[in-house]
T-cell receptor, first 111, second 114 residues
Framework: KQEVTQIPAALSVPEGENLVLNCSFT??????LQWFRQDPGKGLTSLLL?????REQTSGRLNASLDKSSGRSTLYIAASQPGDSATYLC??????????FGTGTRLTVIP | GAGVSQSPSNKVTEKGKDVELRCDPI?????LYWYRQSLGQGLEFLIY????????KSGLPSDRFSAERTGGSVSTLTIQRTQQEDSAVYLC????????????FGPGTRLTVL
């Protein structure tokens, strides 16, 4: 069964710092990998989707990479802002039906 | 445009009662998914619909849980004889085709079983 792990579980950084969130998965046979943001009391917001054939995706200050063979993905956030504070979830799609989620990294950006 | 909506946003119920949770997917999305997130745990897949059929019910935790989807649109998740361990946030997501496409999530329903 696919297992998704995210490290660290929590991270606090001062505003303006660049940071990296890590995600690892045990089965490299995936269709895609998705990074989400979860704000308290709200649903998930999709940030970036990387297809299995791709190596990275970029959106604004966010860059996500995928190394399928080693079962790893990173989410890079440049010039962090207090508004980036949230829980970031990584999820992989091993088949057509459902996502396997990590437990998330809780990010706090300190003004 | 309108996103995925869920109702109610919060539900408090007594142990042993039945509850119904509703999900309205994005119009035109054929795939619909139910997940739940218990306190301190990651998201857990419950069930997936393609149109009105549910080819994958493997995530439903017990036979007290059931779900249906009508008209290829609205879905309801029903929990019978609720237990305290059912307390969680129940999230619904939809996507265009199943597989390879972005899943869009609703705000969730927070269920508390007393």
């Amino acid at each position: 069964k696919q297992e998704v792990t995210q490290i660290p579980a929590a991270l606090s950084v001062p505003e303006g710092e660049n940071l990296v969130l890590n995600c690892s998965f045990t089965d490299s046979a995936i269709y895609n990998l998705q990074w989400f943001r979860q704000d308290p009391g709200k649903g998930l917001t999709s940030l970036l989707l990387i297809q299995s054939s791709q190596r990275e995706q970029t959106s604004g200050r966010l860059n996500a990479s995928l190394d399928k063979s080693s079962g790893r993905s990173t989410l890079y956030i440049a010039a962090s802002q207090p508004g980036d504070s949230a829980t970031y979830l990584c999820a992989v799609l091993p088949g057509a039906n459902n996502l396997f989620f990590g437990t998330g990294t809780r990010l706090t950006v300190i003004p | 445009g309108a996103g995925v909506s869920q109702s109610p946003s919060n539900k408090v119920t007594e142990k042993g009662k039945d509850v119904e949770l509703r999900c309205d997917p994005i119009s035109g999305h054929t795939a619909l998914y139910w997940y739940r997130q218990s306190l301190g745990q990651g998201l857990e897949f419950l069930i997936y619909f393609q149109g009105n059929s549910a080819p994958d019910k493997s995530g439903l935790p017990s036979d007290r849980f059931s779900a249906e989807r009508t008209g290829g649109s609205v879905s309801t998740l029903t929990i019978q004889r609720t237990q305290q361990e059912d307390s969680a946030v129940y999230l619904c997501a939809s996507s265009l085709p199943p597989g390879g496409d972005t899943q869009y999530f609703g705000p969730g329903t927070r269920l508390t079983v007393l």
